[in-house]
C-alpha cells in the first residue's frame, strides 16, 4: 500500500514538474541579440527591480554544439538568473531549468549554489547583452 501511494505521489509531483517546464518553454521569448559566434541570445519574465536585483530567464541558442563546464554538450541553454543592475554584471549564481542537445535531450537540470562561468566567454559570452537588456527594463 504505501510503495502504491509514493508511486502515486511520484508521478503527481512529475507531472507538476513536467507542467511547469512546457510553460516556461512556451514563455514570450525576445531576442536580444547574437554573440559573435553567432549564438542566439533571449530573455523572457523579466522581473521587477528590487535592490538593485532584477531576475528573468535567460535562453541560449548555440549556432555548433558547445561543451560547457557543468558536462554535456549543449545546442540550447535555459536559467532563471539574477542581475546587479547596479553593476550591470549577473549574480554568479544560476538556476538552470534545463539545456538540451541536439536531439532535444534534457542534458542537465540542477539548481546551483555558485557558477562564476555562466554566461562568461566560455560558455558563449552572452551575460553582458542580456544583462544590458535586463536592467534596461522599465517597469
Known amino acids: 500500500m504505501k510503495k502504491g501511494l509514493l508511486s502515486l505521489i511520484g508521478i503527481v509531483l512529475a507531472s507538476v514538474v513536467l507542467a511547469s517546464l512546457v510553460a516556461l ?3 514570450d521569448w525576445r531576442q536580444v541579440g547574437e554573440t559573435e559566434a553567432g549564438h542566439k541570445v533571449s530573455v523572457s519574465s523579466v522581473g521587477p527591480l528590487k535592490n538593485n536585483l532584477r531576475t528573468a530567464l ?3 541558442e548555440f549556432k555548433e554544439p558547445t561543451r560547457l563546464p557543468q558536462g554535456g554538450t549543449f ?6 538568473v539574477r542581475f546587479n543592475c547596479g553593476s ?8 538552470w531549468l534545463y ?10 537540470s540542477k539548481k546551483t549554489r555558485r557558477d562564476d ?3 562568461q566567454p ?3 559570452g552572452f551575460i553582458e547583452m542580456a544583462s544590458k ?4 527594463q522599465s517597469r
Open 117 to 119: 562561468e555562466f554566461g
Open 122 to 124: 566560455s560558455e558563449g
Open 88 to 95: 550591470g554584471v549577473a549574480v554568479p549564481s544560476a538556476e
Open 75 to 80: 545546442v540550447e541553454l535555459r536559467a532563471r
Open 25 to 27: 518553454a512556451a514563455a
Open 99 to 108: 539545456a538540451r542537445d541536439r536531439n532535444g535531450k534534457l542534458v542537465v
Open 133 to 136: 537588456y535586463v536592467c534596461g
Open 58 to 60: 535567460v535562453k541560449v
